[in-house]
T-cell receptor, first 117, second 116 residues
Framework: DQQVKQNSPSLSVQEGRISILNCDYTNSMFDYFLWYKKYPAEGPTFLISISSIKDKNEDGRFTVFLNKSAKHLSLHIVPSQPGDSAVYFCAASPPYITQGGSEKLVFGKGTKLTVNP | DSGVTQTPKHLITATGQRVTLRCSPRSGDLSVYWYQQSLDQGLQFLIQYYNGEERAKGNILERFSAQQFPDLHSELNLSSLELGDSALYFC???????????????FGEGSRLTVL
């Protein structure tokens, strides 16, 4: 039972264009969402997060949008750069009191982004 | 460099064998997590330790065990290995726990285990 789904295993975009990575979740109790980026031979690194009380969070070129009714979040990268080429993992955190919170993050399978020069 | 150190980086062993993966968290981080990433799978949470004590358990098999030592480094022991245990095992650390934990974990580079 996959609670966090990243249905696109890969995405290819041109440098300078927008990259949109999507993530769907099934557990309506998730209340905090994160994106991690992973380069080959490295561990994942935290990129950006959003609380369920917000619908948008922006950090430089990266913006995460949350649509709670659709149980969907997306990561927008504008403009995309070749250095953004990596695997992006979506993660969700269940409520702490009932399900352990961010100490039991649920990750998606990842989407491999390739930004072509 | 996340500050989290994992050894070994690569390990090849045979079915039925036992291996130990080692992790040193970032300086100051008391919490250590272990995750497994199998082929085409996301990161699966295995277990978390905080200051030497087991704090949370995920989908960890009974053949697997972990501990965190007084110097805060952690070891993940995998025994009676099967082909399906071949995966990338990540260790992560964080400074905060409980409600203060925002999920911003610092991951090591991983230990790639191949079981033949």
């Amino acid at each position: 039972d996959q609670q966090v789904k990243q249905n696109s295993p890969s995405l290819s975009v041109q440098e300078g264009r927008i990259s949109i990575l999507n993530c769907d979740y099934t557990n309506s109790m998730f209340d905090y969402f994160l994106w991690y980026k992973k380069y080959p031979a490295e561990g994942p690194t935290f990129l950006i997060s959003i609380s369920s009380i917000k619908d948008k969070n922006e950090d430089g070129r990266f913006t995460v949008f949350l649509n709670k009714s659709a149980k969907h979040l997306s990561l927008h990268i504008v403009p995309s750069q070749p250095g953004d080429s990596a695997v992006y993992f979506c993660a969700a955190s269940p409520p702490y009191i009932t399900q352990g919170g961010s100490e039991k993050l649920v990750f998606g399978k990842g989407t491999k982004l390739t930004v072509n020069p | 460099d996340s500050g989290v150190t994992q050894t070994p980086k690569h390990l090849i062993t045979a079915t039925g064998q036992r291996v130990t993966l080692r992790c040193s968290p970032r300086s100051g981080d008391l919490s250590v997590y272990w995750y497994q990433q199998s082929l085409d799978q996301g990161l699966q949470f295995l277990i978390q330790y905080y200051n030497g004590e087991e704090r949370a358990k995920g989908n960890i098999l009974e053949r697997f065990s972990a501990q965190q030592f007084p110097d805060l480094h952690s070891e993940l022991n995998l025994s009676s290995l099967e082909l399906g245990d071949s995966a990338l095992y990540f260790c992560a650390s964080s400074v905060a726990i409980g409600l203060a934990n925002t999920g911003e974990l610092f991951f090591g580079e991983g230990s790639r285990l191949t079981v033949l």
